[in-house]
């Protein structure tokens, strides 16, 4: 099964790190994705730019409205996501919270629906 991992965390938390300790986080980081990638758990992962560059879209009485970021009030935003292959649940939170940044802000995992349902978006 296909489950989704959203990667939160504090910019200025990372912007107020020093360096050498970026470095070894990124390094850290880079390391664990090669080890999913060999095992066959991972899919696909990227880091995403800072809220700030991001723009909320909405459609509303036919008008197109836009947001400029950041968008919430909250200092963790989402940095990244990682699209994992997992036995089952408790697979997908074992390799999450194995994520290097998981020390330092919050992953979600969410499981991937197969297809889109018909009969509810978000049955049982």
């Not at 999913?36 to 992962?45: C, D, Y």
Request: aromatic letters at 8%; hydrophobic letters at 40%.
């Amino acid at each position: 099964m296909k489950y989704l991992c959203l990667a939160y965390e504090e910019e200025d938390l990372f912007k107020a790190m020093p360096h050498e300790q970026w470095l070894a986080l990124r390094q850290e980081t880079l390391d664990y994705v090669e080890s999913l990638k060999a095992s066959g758990n991972l899919i696909a992962t990227h880091a995403l730019q800072s809220a700030r560059n991001g723009v909320l879209v909405r459609v509303r009485n036919q008008s197109l409205l836009t947001s400029d970021g950041p968008f919430a009030e909250t200092k963790e935003q989402l940095g990244g996501i990682f699209l994992i292959e997992a036995h089952d649940f408790n697979e997908a939170l074992r390799i999450a919270s194995q994520w290097p940044s998981a020390r330092l802000g919050t992953i979600e995992v969410r499981p991937v629906e197969n297809t889109l349902r018909e009969d509810n978006r978000y049955g049982d």
